[in-house]
């Protein structure tokens, strides 16, 4: 018998555990993986398979039962993930359903997760930027949060390293507060995102309209080709998943690629329950897993644990690791722990029509969705009455004019109608969102989930900052809009509860000093030398870009200081 | 004579035989499988025919070709709300009864301008009622709007709005259409950021 238990033992030990397969999890499995690290990837969810899990991803609008609408008994029944703009018919199946995975909302909370082996990668919008100094530099210069223990020059060999890798699609656009990366051919704007492009640079000094960058093959390369991966084909139905791999998903890419290699072992159904901290070693051991089918509770040892599982199911893990040493959760000693939670604020839009460029139209899709307009306000100082700034969206189109007026034939002929009506712009809002003790997730003290885990109590809000940059939002593009000679233009603004935008960070953020940070300058827990977190929870503060592409870069540098602090000894 | 051809025979039959009057009594059930609302195989032949004034088969299919009317059906009873599934039924009721009130015909029995006209009545009075309600939601302290009792009950108007929605929904979200009229590609694998077009002259 007691053999047998030393080998059960070191059947679950690992050289490291990665919880969590999505965006970042899947990159430090494959770091691993690609030096040879035996390495157990733990996902909460089931199993998806590149392609073969992809169900409706060649499906024809009319194969739908209900045409991409989902029935009413499913709407009403998830009131949360219903707001989300990609559940549908479509692919429904890759978000967690509002009664299965219940919290508390203190305050209002959209929390839209993807709970499956690739997590929200699958899903996201694909666009990808990288910070700036003018970003990490913005806590210390403006007086919020903590500084940033890094600089750009940090993380810049890291984002050409996952941008090669994963394949992002730019020009190099020369913006110092957007700087270029290694890029494939960018998808080019059309004829009236360029006019706008062209009109805003020669009026105003620091503002620009660039191609969205974004994570799609527009012309693989061969480490495209070797991962099984081959062009995007612009069918922009990528939350079905994409047969092509055109974008760039942890089920095409990462996770594949590890398994690959011969030294992953990928766990699905299994929740982290904790995370095991030894007290006489002074360091974490392991982690404690429920089966999601058998409901057993089983121990997994390793050198290093990454902490990967989405920004606040990690708040959730770190704050239930509890230990005589760690009372408050596992890392906690400065108490900020669950605190100082951010996301995006995009709860502002712009329309209006072009009548112009009548002569132009597009043909085929575009992936990248159009253009971008990088943050220009309180850039290079503080000029507004708000602190940070926006990005935003710029997309133009033009599509025939189909009445539903009548009945008959006229009506069949108004819907066959391809006369193209004129273009129409639009742009939405990207803002950057204040971090604030006030706004924190906690544990709840006697509700529990199906796996005995606390449920997560989410207390997050907008703030008088927020509505001030939404009205500048407002303003600023209506002023750029008019001046183009954009005509009908209509603002509106939403009173969407925070997490809609998908993009919650923080809880877990890094520092310098250990006493207001949980992370140092390595992702690593500052007091749990093998513990890392290199996902949403770690960001100190929350910029206006899109994130996935920085969690990429945190993640593979952070795996690569671990490997080499494991081959010191020091972990 | 095989055996397919004979059931197919039998089912000219009987389905001429649907024709007579005394058929009206039919409780047949309608020929899609539904789980929330209950209709019979005349209401359906209402909604098809209704469905088919929408989208008339002219050189091209017609709404009872692509069974437009069970799209209809399907959609209503699995993506509308309870209350909506009551008032589509209601208003099918008003709708008959409507048809012989204003036109002394079942609906069936008016001749395509009439149904045409009348659904158009319909759609017209909805439409000024929409724009009533704008016009007094804009005037923010002003008393709710008496709004004249028209022609059409409000249950009645619900009813044509559905099947009229879901029958372009169907019809313009239709293989036929899809493939025939405006031509959806699952795999375009190119954008043309820059494509010429040339406007029509305005006629």
Known sequence: MANLNIDSVKQRTFDAIVIGSGMSGGWAAKEFTDKGLKTLILERGRDVKHIKDYPTTNMYPWEFEHRGELPMAVQEANPIVNRCYAFGESAAHFFVKDAEHPYIQDKPFDWIRGYQVGG???????????????????????????????RY?????WYSYVEKFAGISGNRDGIAELPDGEFLPAFPLNTVEEYFRDHVKSKYKNRYVISARCAHLSTPKQIHLDQGRVQCQRRTICERGCPFGGYFSANATTIPWALKSGHATLRPFSVVESIIYDEKLGKATGVRVIDTNTKEAIEYYAKVIFVNAAALNTNLILLNSKSHRFPNGLGNDSGVLGKYVAFHNYSAHIGAEYDGAKEWTTDGRNPAGGGYIPRFRNVYKQETDFLRGYASGFSAYRYPERSWDGVGSSLKDNLANKELGPWHVGSHMMGETIPKESNFVSLDDKQKDAWGVPLLKMNIDYDDNDEKMKKDYVEQLTEMFTSAGFTNIKASTDKRAPGLDIHEMGGARMGNDPKTSILNKWNQVHSVKNVFVTDGASMTSTSCQNPSLTYMAFTARAADYAMSEMKKGNI | MDRRTVIKNLALIIGGAALLPACSQDKAKSKVALKNIDITADQEQLIGD???????????????????HLFVLKMLDDCYKKEDQQA?????????????????KTFDQLDIKTREAFLLDIEQEGKAEEAAAQKNGDKKDAAPATISAGKYSPELKKFYSIVKRQTINGYTNSKYFMTNIVVYELVPGRYNAHFPYKQKQAV
């Open chain 2, 88 to 104: 589509f039924v209601t208003g099918m009721g008003h709708f008959a009864d409507q048809s012989k009130k204003l036109y002394s």
């Open chain 1, 153 to 157: 020059k940090d993380i810049a060999p």
């Open chain 2, 50 to 68: 209704v469905a088919e004034t929408i989208i008339p088969k002219t050189t091209t299919p017609g709404a009872k070709d692509l069974q437009l």
């Open chain 1, 120 to 150: 929200k990668s699958l899903l996201w919008a694909r666009q990808t930027q990288r910070w700036s100094d003018f970003d990490f530099e913005g806590p210390a210069r403006d007086g919020f949060a903590v500084d940033w223990p890094i």
